[in-house]
C-alpha cells in the first residue's frame, strides 16, 4: 500500500518525497512546490502509539483534512485516527495496511491537497462552477453575436476558469439571460483599455442554449430569486441554476 500510495503522489502531483529526519529513513514529507506546505507524511510507528493492543510497526499516512466535519466522521471508522504528531485538530492518520482501501486513502490525500493547496492552486483544482455575467448591448451587439458561429472572444471575469459554465445577462434595454455558454479557453491574454473598460484577458466561450428575453427577465431575477444587480462576474443560486436547466 506504501508504494501504492508513493506511485500515487508522484504520478498525480509530481511530488517527490523528502527525508527530513536523520535516523527515521522511513519517514517522508511531501509538500506543493508553490508555497512550501506539507499535504503528506508517510512513516512507519509502533502500533501501541496509536492505541492498538498489538506489537510490530504499522504504516500510516498523515493527512490534513480541512473539513472540521469531516474529520470527526472519518476518525469514527476503522482504520483512521486523530494526527499523529500532527495537529490533531485538522490532520488525521490512516493505516496503510489494508484495513482502509487504496481508493479511501487516494481519496483524503486528495482532500490534504487541496487543503493545503494556495489560492491560485485552489482555483485550478476546484470543480465546475456556473456564473451570470452582464454583456452592455451598447458596446457589443451581444444578441447577434452568436448568428454565424458558436463560439467567441469574451472578457474574461476573476475567477472564471476552463470548463466553468456562463449565462450572459443582456443589460437594458433587452435586461434579460439570453445565452448559456461554455467556457472552453482562458487566460488568453489581449490588451484593451478605454473611459468605459479596461481588458487583461480574454477566454472563449461556446453557445449552448439561447433563452428568449421574455423568460428569465431582470424583474425576475431579482423578484424571485434575490439577484439586485449584475454589474459583474457572480455566482449562480442553486435556486435558479435548476430553473436555467429546465
Not at 147 to 172: F, L
Amino acid at each position: 500500500m506504501r508504494n501504492k500510495i508513493t506511485d500515487y503522489i508522484k504520478n498525480k502531483y509530481k511530488a517527490e518525497p523528502e527525508h527530513l529526519w536523520r535516523g527515521f529513513t522511513n519517514y517522508v514529507v511531501y509538500r506543493h512546490s508553490d508555497n512550501n506546505k506539507w499535504f503528506a507524511l508517510v512513516m512507519d510507528i509502533p502500533k501501541e502509539k496509536l492505541g492498538i493492543n498489538e506489537e510490530g510497526r504499522v504504516d500510516i499516512l498523515d493527512v490534513k483534512v480541512g473539513d472540521s466535519l469531516l474529520r470527526d466522521m472519518l476518525i469514527q471508522q476503522q482504520g483512521f485516527f486523530p494526527g499523529y504528531h500532527m495537529n490533531k485538530g485538522s490532520w488525521i492518520a490512516v493505516l496503510l495496511d489494508g484495513t482502509v482501501s487504496f481508493e479511501q486513502v487516494c481519496s483524503v490525500l486528495d482532500e490534504s491537497y487541496i487543503s493545503t493547496a494556495s489560492a491560485a492552486e485552489k482555483q485550478k483544482l476546484r470543480s465546475p462552477k456556473e456564473w451570470i455575467i452582464p454583456a452592455n448591448p451598447k458596446y457589443y451587439d451581444i444578441e447577434h453575436a452568436f448568428d454565424n458561429v458558436d463560439i467567441i472572444d469574451w472578457k474574461q471575469g476573476t475567477g472564471i476558469k476552463k470548463g466553468d459554465t456562463v449565462y450572459m445577462y443582456v443589460a437594458a434595454p433587452i435586461s434579460a439571460i439570453l445565452f448559456k455558454c461554455k467556457v472552453t479557453q482562458t487566460d488568453i491574454p489581449y490588451r484593451f483599455s478605454n473611459d468605459s473598460i479596461s481588458i487583461k484577458y480574454i477566454m472563449k466561450i461556446k453557445l449552448l442554449k439561447r433563452y428568449k428575453p421574455n423568460i428569465f427577465t431582470f424583474d425576475v431575477l431579482k423578484n424571485k430569486y434575490g439577484i439586485f444587480a449584475i454589474r459583474g462576474p457572480r455566482s449562480v443560486t442553486a435556486a435558479l441554476s435548476a430553473a436555467l436547466k429546465r
